[in-house]
């Protein structure tokens, strides 16, 4: 159990629709990330918050946004669902940023149909 | 353009033997590299990591070797044991000891040990 916990799950929705994703990172943690595991392009870095304040942005969509909250936990919300947006949403979590280990949560498998 | 390159998306090893995971990167500014593990229906474990400023890392059956010049690392895993076969996915980041990345994903190995 690496401590970074995700809901849902596992997420059914249809084209058009918005949804938000939860993750809790382990205690302590200041730095939370955000990918995406789609079939053919692998791992994918979206998003970065740290304390709260946007640190960085990857392939993020316009789409997409997140947010991080006074306890630390974050939400990433998916708009104007697209059926390419159906993957697995990770989260990462760790100390500060940096060299830091990053722990990832189990997921949240995003079904769009 | 995938910066970060693991050519074999699977590889077949003995119990007992050892394991050779490749990686390949492009990009020049990664300084810090990881290996994770996944199993199915979890995220990625943090297995190892190495930084640029050093060639190996070891920690108990798993080692790591960075070649700065080719832009090549490797994962060795001796002896390999059954509960290793995983996908085993290569990272790298330009944060240099406390700057802003997410971490670059290769696509992954599919480790599996023949009994």
């Known amino acids: 159990d690496s401590g970074v916990t995700q809901t849902p799950k596992h997420l059914i929705t249809a084209t058009g629709q918005r949804v938000t994703l939860r993750c809790s990172p382990r205690?302590?943690?200041?730095?939370v990330y955000w990918y995406q595991q789609s079939l053919d392009q692998g791992l994918q870095f979206l998003i970065q918050?740290?304390?709260?304040?946007?640190?960085a942005k990857g392939n993020i969509l316009e789409r997409f946004s997140a947010q991080q909250f006074p306890d630390l936990h974050s939400e990433l919300n998916l708009s104007s669902l697209e059926l390419g947006d159906s993957a697995l949403y990770f989260c990462a979590s760790s100390p500060r940023g940096g060299w830091d280990i990053q722990y990832f949560g189990a997921g949240t498998r995003l079904s769009v149909l | 353009d995938q910066q970060v390159k693991q050519n074999s998306p699977s590889l077949s090893v003995q119990e007992g033997r050892i394991s050779i995971l490749n990686c390949d990167y492009t990009n020049s500014m990664f300084d810090y590299f990881l290996w994770y593990k996944k199993y199915p229906a979890e995220g990625p474990t943090f297995l190892i990591s190495i930084s640029s400023i050093k060639d190996k890392n070891e920690d108990g059956r798993f080692t790591v070797f960075l070649n700065k010049s080719a832009k090549h690392l490797s994962l060795h895993i001796v002896p390999s044991q059954p509960g290793d076969s995983a996908v085993y996915f290569c990272a790298a980041s330009g944060s240099s000891g406390g700057g802003a990345d997410g971490l670059t994903f290769g696509k992954g190995t599919h480790l599996i040990i023949q009994p």
């Open positions: 918050y740290y304390n709260g304040e946007e640190r």
């Open positions: 205690s302590g943690d200041l730095s």
